[in-house]
């Protein structure tokens, strides 16, 4: 099934009625939204162009009403074709005044005097301006004060809608579709910095707009982390080659690993594979709506570690959508309960021996009746090439 790109607006004017609802539970006059994931979740704003770091975005979501966007005129074509109306621009960059000055204007007029703007300030958060800029901000806003955001686009964005549900599932099989095309790429004597070139190639082939993320690695009996680039080693028998990515399709991300076996596994790689699809069932029972991310931590950790201290890795699992972790975690310390619509994905590690490693992951959604996978789920026979 083709997933049409975009949203409706009403996907818009809904987000932003349930968090006009949450500010004024917590009497919040104002959100000010400066990173790209904020400003695209309430406006359709969806561009590249935030990879470069000269030009400060902002935008302003009043207490009632459709946000108001405060953008380099660089934007304003794009953002038009968003459902905003109100579009106020300056030419930037301008190193005396690279948009506080309108950013102030905006601000003063949408909220009273000793009003309270709402400003991410959460874990995982961050604030896209340059520190003169807050300080600048602050300074002309007066009685006006800049607070902590109650964390409401967070826990909005924490459960998705169907049609966000629907963009990841595309995005998902991407990936699926790529990896299961890992023998056409890998073989023994081709280079890991290859099999990433060409793997990156394959998604893009299979309808990714673009591949932000892939990390993995290949080594003897396992590897030793998770997160490096690739080096020019060929692989060679007896190596376990993992692939992890993150895709983007329309906005959302999948994010899931494959590990493949060059030649056969040997019984230590076999049965530490077998204990990671342990582990995902284990997780799967556990996360039903209800129960909380820590249970299913304890849930998969008790596999891995038979019921030992965590891995070093941190967390098993997070957050999955707009970016390609998201919270919450899933650790030990974290309550938050589970809902429909939830999308996060399971990622257990075990050790196999000699300081190296397996990891495995799948991405799922949270139903009524209980988890579904995105993913197509691995067996406990280790994929070989």
């Known amino acids: 099934m083709t997933v049409p790109r975009g949203f409706p607006d009403e996907e818009f004017r809904s ?54 966007a405060v953008i380099p005129s660089i934007g304003t074509h794009l953002m038009q074709q968003t459902w905003v109306d109100d579009i106020r621009t300056w030419a930037s960059p301008d190193y005396d005044d690279d948009g506080i000055g309108l950013l102030v204007e905006t601000l003063r007029e949408l909220v009273p005097e000793g009003g309270r703007i709402g400003l991410a300030a959460h874990l995982e958060s961050h604030v896209r301006m340059p520190r003169a800029g807050m300080e600048a901000l602050e300074a002309a806003l007066g009685s006006r004060r800049l607070v902590p955001d109650d964390e409401i686009t967070w826990r909005l964005r924490m459960v998705k809608s169907e049609a966000e549900i629907a963009k990841i599932t595309a995005a998902v099989g991407v990936a699926d579709r790529a990896f299961n095309r890992v023998g056409e790429i890998a073989r023994v004597g081709v280079a890991l910095s290859e099999v990433f070139r060409r793997f990156q190639m394959l998604c893009l082939d299979e309808g990714a707009d673009w591949v932000p993320y892939l990390a993995g690695a290949a080594g003897q009996g396992g590897y030793n982390d998770v997160i490096s680039p690739a080096t020019n080693a060929p692989l060679r028998v007896g190596d376990v080659l993992m692939l992890d990515t993150g895709v983007i399709r329309d906005g959302y991300f999948s994010d899931f690993d494959r590990n493949f076996s060059v030649g056969a596994p040997a019984e230590a790689v076999k049965m530490g594979h077998s204990r990671l699809i342990e582990a995902i069932d284990a997780g799967l029972d556990a996360a039903k709506p209800g129960a909380r991310f820590c ?91």
């Open 15 to 68: 987000r932003c009625t349930k968090a006009q609802s949450l500010m004024a539970e917590t009497g919040l006059d104002a959100l000010l939204l400066t990173t790209e994931v904020e400003v695209r979740y309430y406006t359709g704003f969806l561009t590249r162009f935030w990879e470069s770091p000269t030009r400060p975005w902002f935008v302003v979501l009043p207490a009632t009403g459709a946000p108001i």
């Open 295 to 385: 249970d299913i931590f304890h849930a998969m950790n008790t596999v891995v570690s038979d019921g030992g201290a965590p891995s070093d890795a941190g967390r098993l699992g997070h957050g999955l959508g707009m970016q390609l972790t998201e919270g919450p975690s899933i650790i030990p310390a974290d309550q938050t309960v589970l809902e429909p619509g939830m999308v996060l994905t399971l990622e257990p590690s075990v050790a196999v021996g000699g300081g190296k490693i397996l990891v495995h992951e799948e991405d799922i959604v949270i139903r009524e009746n209980g988890p579904v996978c995105l993913s197509q789920r691995e067996t406990r026979e280790m994929r070989v090439i």
